[in-house]
């Protein structure tokens, strides 16, 4: 089935894996592309100047961060979840992924999903591309643009991928269960452990149970505990 212009296919799946097409309703948006590179200014009310600040900042005041280390990795999950589960959810509904170049796709830090996220044209890549999208094309510049004004670890980064990843398989996995689509969820695990095998993802979860190996830090949210995946089995002592 090929992409259609407005990716109703993947409505039904749920909002992390929704992508608006075409302009919002409320004017364009700056581009992640300009989210990754953007330098860093201090100030929250400058929403799209460094749209990846005030993301963080956002994030961080929502859950009450103890520290900006904790809502670095918060913020950085949702968003490569939300990239995950699009680009998977296509590859295993249509058999082709949209193209989310980083200068098509349009993002709203202000906004929660599925409007935070808009593609500017709806242009079809076969599935063997997905790696490229969103592993070199999102998640390595990203990362770049967070450790550039945070101290945070490399390796919560990419395990925040890694259990990103999972996430949405799962999703994806349950949805087919639950509505006779056997085929949409065999896609989207051999699809996954592709994408797991690459040397950036292949350290980061257990491959028998899938637990992540480094922490992504909630438990230090007030009230946060430990995530499904966590690599502990009881919050760390601070």
Same mark, same amino acid.
């Given at each position: 089935?090929?992409?259609?212009?407005?990716?109703?296919?993947?409505?039904?799946?749920?909002g992390?894996?929704?992508?608006?097409?075409?302009?919002?309703?409320?004017?364009?948006?700056?581009?992640?592309?300009?989210?990754?590179?953007a330098?860093?200014?201090?100030?929250?009310?400058?929403?799209?100047?460094?749209?990846?600040?005030?993301? =963080?900042?956002?994030?961080?005041?929502? =859950?009450?961060?103890?520290?900006a280390?904790?809502?670095?990795?918060?913020?950085?999950? &949702?968003l490569?979840?939300?990239?995950?589960?699009?680009?998977?959810?296509?590859?295993?509904?249509?058999?082709?992924?949209?193209?989310?170049?980083?200068?098509?796709l349009?993002?709203?830090?202000?906004?929660?999903?599925?409007?935070?996220?808009?593609?500017?044209?709806?242009?079809?890549?076969?599935?063997?591309?997905?790696?490229?999208?969103?592993?070199?094309g999102?998640?390595?510049?990203?990362?770049?643009?967070?450790?550039?004004?945070?101290?945070?670890?490399?390796?919560l980064?990419?395990?925040?991928?890694?259990?990103?990843?999972?996430?949405?398989?799962?999703?994806?996995?349950?949805?087919a269960? &639950?509505?006779?689509?056997?085929?949409?969820?065999?896609?989207?695990?051999?699809l996954a452990?592709?994408?797991?095998?690459?040397?950036?993802?292949?350290?980061?979860?257990?491959?028998?149970?899938?637990r992540?190996?480094?922490?992504?830090?909630?438990?230090?949210?007030?009230?946060?505990?430990?995530?499904?995946?966590?690599?502990?089995?009881?919050?760390?002592?601070?």
């Amino acid at each position: 089935m090929d992409l259609d212009p407005q990716l109703a296919a993947l409505g039904p799946l749920g909002g992390f894996f929704v992508l608006r097409t075409g302009v919002p309703p409320r004017g364009p948006l700056p581009t992640l592309a300009q989210a990754y590179t953007a330098p860093q200014i201090s100030t929250r009310k400058e929403v799209y100047a460094d749209s990846v600040t005030f993301r =963080i900042e956002k994030v961080a005041e929502s =859950i009450q961060a103890p520290e900006a280390r904790v809502a670095v990795s918060v913020a950085h999950q &949702a968003l490569a979840a939300r990239l995950w589960s699009v680009s998977l959810g296509a590859a295993a509904l249509y058999g082709q992924v949209p193209d989310l170049d980083p200068r098509l796709l349009h993002w709203d830090p202000d906004s929660a999903a599925p409007d935070d996220l808009w593609l500017s044209e709806v242009r079809p890549l076969p599935v063997e591309a997905i790696g490229e999208i969103v592993r070199a094309g999102h998640l390595k510049p990203l990362a770049a643009a967070l450790r550039s004004r945070h101290r945070v670890s490399t390796g919560l980064l990419w395990g925040n991928a890694g259990s990103a990843l999972a996430g949405a398989v799962r999703q994806l996995d349950g949805w087919a269960r &639950a509505n006779g689509r056997a085929e949409v969820g065999h896609r989207a695990r051999a699809l996954a452990a592709e994408l797991l095998a690459h040397p950036d993802l292949s350290a980061t979860l257990d491959p028998v149970t899938f637990r992540r190996r480094t922490c992504c830090l909630y438990y230090r949210v007030p009230g946060g505990g430990l995530c499904g995946d966590c690599c502990f089995t009881r919050p760390p002592e601070h």
